[in-house]
């Protein structure tokens, strides 16, 4: 059975913190991960990461992905109140017979102290 | 505002009765996935569609569900007999594909979903 799994599921920590969220995964036909942040509605679009080693950056936060190892990680330095929210991670799964789509891990619930 | 957009974005219901969700996605995107959320999970899949074409549906879609989207524009969700394990964030999102079979060109971007409370 394809799985996301997430960790920790949730983090507390000061703001000024460094934190990194850990997502692996055992998928079938994988083609991408993808991280959300999803405060209190939608999931937002953070990163999509293909190929493997290969770092994105957005600001004070980036993200990697270890496809060998089946897992990734996202990294936010200098934390910030307006950081705290829950952190989805997202597999795209391919098929060539065009069943595909998303499956996401339960989310890791960052809460940022002032 | 050219964004997912659902509606209606709360609907409370009695047990037995039927509702519909709509979902309108991105103009151009071709592709449009349903997933259902509930408190502390996340988003779980239930169906999506290429065009107008429903091409997978998830086993946590039973009988009394049913999507369509009949000019691959909006799609419709639809609960028949609603119990109340059914109360949840009904969440759509769309995403642009370049082929039938090919590859996922970018993102899925998600609507503010619509929280169904069944009473």
């Known amino acids: 059975e394809d799985k996301v799994v997430q960790s920790p599921l949730s983090l507390v920590v000061h703001e000024g913190d460094t934190v990194t969220l850990n997502c692996s995964y055992e998928v079938t036909n994988f083609r991408s991960l993808l991280w959300y942040k999803q405060e209190k509605k939608a999931p937002t679009f953070l990163f999509m990461l293909t190929s493997s080693g290969i770092e994105k950056k957005s600001g004070r936060l980036s993200s990697i992905l270890d496809k060998k190892e089946l897992f990734s990680i996202l990294n936010i330095t200098a934390t910030q109140t307006g950081d705290s929210a829950v952190y989805l991670c997202a597999v795209f799964q391919y098929s060539g017979g065009g069943a595909d789509g998303l499956t996401f891990g339960k989310g890791t619930h960052l809460i940022i102290q002032p | 505002d050219t964004g997912v957009s659902q509606d209606p974005r709360h609907k409370i219901t009695k047990r037995g009765q039927n509702v519909t969700f709509r979902c309108d996605p991105i103009s151009e995107h071709n592709r449009l996935y349903w997933y259902r959320q509930t408190l502390g999970q996340g988003p779980e899949f239930l169906t999506y569609?290429?065009?107008?074409?429903?091409?997978?549906k998830s086993r946590l879609l039973s009988d009394r569900f049913s999507a369509e989207r009949p000019k691959g524009s909006f799609s419709t969700l639809e609960i028949q007999r609603t119990e109340q394990g059914d109360s949840a964030m009904y969440l759509c999102a769309s995403s642009l594909r370049d082929r039938v079979w090919g590859p996922m060109n970018t993102e899925a971007f998600f609507g503010q979903g619509t929280r169904l409370t069944v009473v």
């Open positions: 569609f290429q065009n107008e074409a429903q091409l997978e």
